[in-house]
């Protein structure tokens, strides 16, 4: 039976039906579903890694050992498994491996906008990309069937709009795939002697890989106009599917893969166009693999080389009239996204803003402490940079900044590429303090299991990693648990750790507020015979309070954590 679904959990089907028995992955928006859908098959085995780079190599070990096996990861998450990944190529596998990618153009939640084909072109691996749910699916099974036929990983192309767009999907039945592990230690062992002979391997294997890119459906062409020839992807080929929709004089060359690009393929479809478009987001790879060719397309002389299309961007490219907006000539007010009322993280870095600390953030929900009022963060890079860029900015600074520079980083960012991190700090001994916000998950793809939650994926028990006693026994001996909600606790501790001579760790500890088990104390209310409009309130940004004429607490939104109440000098918040 037909159902609607996610692009993500379409590629989850696709998984099961083709066999997978392992996935490894990294939260990562948008492609953490992905996982989250997989684990609902009791057939496949899923967990969470504590970064990509290990859920890439476990889902290599898994199908070294003969099992089918699938890693996934968001774009940023793509650059930390590059390691494994560029030699992968050169192994190649056992049993199919599939490595999911999932780009995010807009940075609806990414702080990058890069293009993942350039990593299937850099490693030589094939990558395929679904323009919809059906084909996330298919491609999937399609994936597996390539990667074990010609001995590579590949590469799976998600993005935002297919990931978390439903379309009409028809599940099939599970077939099961296995092989025997062989010992061939010329082909899995690395060393530069056997590289040196894997090498020619890799580029025998991207001939092969082209000359399937000629012949698969997978890239195929639709409708026979002759005045305009169009060349897309992914979810820029919807795009122009709708704009084209009622235009006989268009032909349309669908890719779905994009690494290794087809040639006579594209040199075929562009004999007798009068006009010739490539239509992709991101970096004009397409493009410019056309224009290699030899060919006069036009690409990104129309269209943007940043942020997503719209329907209305590729119609002006395309020459078509463009609608008027609706709403046109309302000003919508802007929403800018907001820490959740009673959000563990406000209270410290409340502390941080009253001690005017230098802080050097780092990848989660707290990077919102950024904005206004908090503007408590001043850098922002990747996962785990706000310890090895705290190292590096005091020991250049010395005392100028010592005494009032602190990183902050989450619990699960810190178990992903914090540690290592950390072991620089107490190796080298830098005079610096680190904020850990430990709220007991990984929030900001959605309340996902760390290694230091003490459950797995499905919530079940699991091995459990002391976070305190892991940083003494990286040599850190000065560390500290805070109350966030206890602000006077909050200040005491970031001004006695920034006196500490040495590297120290303040953990600032309570659960995500959105966590079911967390329970709520009843909503706070201000008393407006007791309120002086002071507005001291207001200094944490809680999306609860409001100032009308006094202060008011909107008690749909407060969830009783009385940071709020700490602030007020008149006893009005009660």
Not at 171 to 185: F, L
Request: some cysteine.
């Amino acid at each position: 039976m037909k159902e609607l679904m996610l692009g993500n959990k379409a590629a989850a089907r696709g998984l099961y039906e083709a066999g997978c028995a392992f996935v490894s992955s990294y939260p990562g928006t948008p492609s953490t579903e992905i996982t989250e859908e997989a684990v609902k098959y009791d057939e496949i085995y899923c967990e969470w890694a504590p970064n990509e780079k290990v859920a890439l190599e476990a889902a290599f070990g898994a199908c070294l050992a003969g099992k089918r096996a699938f890693a996934g990861m968001k774009h940023v998450g793509l650059n930390v498994a590059a390691d494994p990944l560029y030699t992968m190529s050169y192994t190649g596998v056992n049993a199919g491996l599939i490595i999911g990618v999932a780009d995010d153009p807009g940075m609806h939640s990414s702080q990058n906008e890069q293009d993942s084909r350039h990593h299937a072109i850099a490693s030589k691996v094939p990558m395929l990309s679904p323009s919809d749910s059906a084909e996330a699916k298919e491609f999937v099974k399609k994936a597996y069937e390539i990667s074990e036929e010609y001995d590579t990983p590949v590469l799976l192309k998600m993005c935002t709009r297919v990931s978390h767009s439903q379309s009409v999907v028809e599940p099939g039945e599970r077939e099961e795939h296995s092989k025997t592990y062989e010992k061939a230690i010329s082909k899995y062992v690395m060393t530069p002697a056997n590289a040196i002979r894997r090498h020619p391997f890799v580029e025998e294997r991207t001939k092969k890989l082209t000359e399937l890119a000629e012949t698969s459906p997978l890239n195929r062409i639709e409708g026979d106009g002759k005045e305009k020839g169009i060349i897309c992807d992914s979810t820029s080929y919807q795009y122009v599917k709708e704009v084209t929709a009622n235009d006989p004089s268009v032909s349309i060359l669908k890719l779905g893969i994009v690494n290794p690009l087809p040639v006579k393929k594209i040199l075929d479809f562009a004999n007798g166009k009068k006009e010739l478009f490539v239509v992709e987001e991101l970096d004009p790879i397409i493009e410019n693999h056309c224009k290699t060719l030899g060919l006069s397309v036009h690409g990104k002389d129309l269209l943007p080389i940043t942020m997503e299309f719209s329907q209305n961007i590729v119609r002006k490219a395309l020459g078509y009239p463009v609608p008027s907006p609706a709403g046109e000539g309302f000003d919508i007010p802007v929403r800018p996204p907001a820490m959740c009322a009673g959000c563990p993280h406000r209270g410290l870095f409340f502390a941080l803003k009253k001690n005017k600390c230098t802080v050097l953030g780092d990848i989660g929900c707290y990077t919102l402490a950024a904005a206004p009022p908090l503007g408590t963060m001043e850098m922002t890079l990747c996962m785990g940079a706000s310890l090895s860029a705290i190292h590096g900015f005091n020991k250049a600074g010395g005392k100028d900044n010592e005494g009032r520079t602190v990183a902050v980083i989450g619990d699960s960012t810190f178990m992903h590429s914090g540690m290592t991190g950390l072991a620089n700090i107490a190796y080298n001994q830098s005079n610096s303090t680190i904020v850990i916000l430990d709220n007991s998950i990984t929030g900001m793809t959605g309340h996902q299991q760390n290694p230091l939650t003490g459950k797995n994926i499905k919530g079940d028990p699991a091995g459990h990693i002391d976070l305190e006693a892991l940083i003494r026994s990286m040599g850190i001996e000065h560390v500290r648990v805070v109350d966030p909600y206890d602000l006077k606790a909050c200040e005491e501790a970031v001004k006695e750790e920034l006196q500490f001579e040495g590297p120290s760790v303040i953990i600032s500890r309570r659960p995500c507020v959105l966590l079911k088990y967390v329970k709520h104390n009843p909503p706070l209310s201000v008393d407006p015979e007791k309120c002086r409009s002071c507005k001291a309130c207001m200094q944490i940004g809680c999306p609860a309070l409001s100032m009308k004429k006094t202060a008011v607490v909107d008690e749909t939104l407060c969830v009783g954590c009385g940071v709020c109440k700490q602030l007020c000098a008149f006893n009005a918040i009660s």
